[in-house]
């Protein structure tokens, strides 16, 4: 279920792209661009009704989304131009990247056939333990774990508790408080341990969902191939690296870009932080991906690119393309620069 900001918050973006106020904005609040940020791009989302279906976009929209940015001047770019264009401005054009994380299957059979057909390169960041199944996708196993409808009891920090899961309604406040437990409470490298039992308990094995949804070695080796597709790095573990101590995060950063290295014969020169957001990317993370040597990251920060972002290349924005706003008039308004000034009260250079 959509909670109430998240309604309002697209009627916003919707009513700012369909009158064209961010046409009016633009000059003065718009940038020389943007990272677009994807996850799943499939016509058959496993759980249309889902928690997790503001994950994917269908093709059809995905298809829309790009002719209607060509209309309005948008030239696509790789992360390596993206780069390139930060550091030496040049008037005219304005440029989007496409970007892709956790690697989901369908990018490579639903979302790289609409790119093939408008030439534009994607960048997918891997996080190798998803990939090779040593951690899960728990926010997608946890989904399915409450959908089953029956009661659901855990044991929490606070002792046994029970949750209702008969109804959409009992469904997302037992996904939402789960969620929030094992983000907030649990520590990282736990977390499968405590799905894992949960799951257990009800007869849900675990890591179905990564080997149903997620790309193996192989078919990222066959898409890395591609000439329209770079692969970035997404940590090994998928882990909330603020929450680690510094040497495991250094650790999460540089053993990524190694075993991305192992599989595909080059090193990863682009990354993206797990979560993104403010609770798991701060100036230390953004200091380490420097130090690691990633030429760039990128955060789920709410944003356009501007000029002043070639100071702040491993603190980049993101524009999330996902099924709250897979409408043509909320990304307008998006890429406006408008939605960027009251995602962040006011503020146009959106870093961490």
């Known amino acids: 279920m959509f909670d109430a900001a998240d309604i309002a918050q697209r009627l916003a973006f919707r009513l700012i792209g369909s009158c064209g106020l961010g046409t009016i904005a633009k000059p003065l609040v718009g940038g020389v661009g943007g990272i677009l940020m994807l996850h799943r791009v499939t016509a058959e989302p496993a759980l249309p009704d889902g928690a997790n279906r503001h994950l994917s976009i269908t093709p059809q929209y995905l298809d829309a989304l790009i002719r209607d940015m060509k209309r309005m001047g948008y030239r696509f770019v790789s992360m390596d131009e993206a780069v390139a264009r930060l550091r030496s401005p040049r008037d005219g054009e304005p440029f989007a990247a496409v970007t892709a994380d956790d690697a989901y299957r369908d990018n490579l059979l639903e979302a790289l056939p609409v790119l093939e057909q408008h030439q534009v390169p994607m960048t997918i960041y891997v996080a190798p333990g998803l990939t ?10 946890l989904d399915e774990l409450v959908r089953l409808g029956k009661p659901l009891t855990v044991s929490l920090a606070g002792g046994s508790v029970t949750f209702d899961c008969s109804t959409p309604s009992a469904r997302a406040t037992a996904f939402a408080r789960l969620s929030a437990y094992l983000t907030n409470e649990v520590p990282e490298e736990e977390q499968r341990q405590v799905l894992e039992g949960w799951a257990t308990s009800a007869g849900v094995d675990v890591g179905s969902a990564s080997r149903m949804l997620l790309m193996d070695w192989d078919e990222i080796r066959r898409i890395a191939r591609h000439p329209l597709v770079s692969i970035g790095a997404h940590s090994v573990h998928h882990y909330n690296l603020k929450r680690l101590d510094h040497e495991a995060a250094l650790r999460e950063m540089f053993r990524s870009r190694g075993l991305i290295e192992a599989e595909l014969g080059h090193a990863p020169r682009h990354f993206a932080y797990p979560y993104g957001y403010a609770e798991a990317v701060g100036h230390r993370e953004t200091e380490m991906a420097a130090e ?9 920060r709410h944003g356009v690119l501007r000029p002043e972002h070639a100071d702040h290349l491993h603190a980049l924005p993101r524009l999330s393309v996902n099924g709250r706003h897979q409408n043509l008039a909320a990304m307008r308004a998006m890429l406006s620069g408008a939605t960027t000034i009251i995602a962040n009260r006011g503020k146009r250079l959106v870093t961490i």
Not at 132 to 141: I, Q, R, Y
Not at 292 to 300: D, K, N, R
């Open 132 to 141: 090779t199944g040593d951690v899960d996708l728990w926010w997608e196993s």
């Open 292 to 300: 690691v040597g990633y030429v760039s990251a990128v955060t789920t």
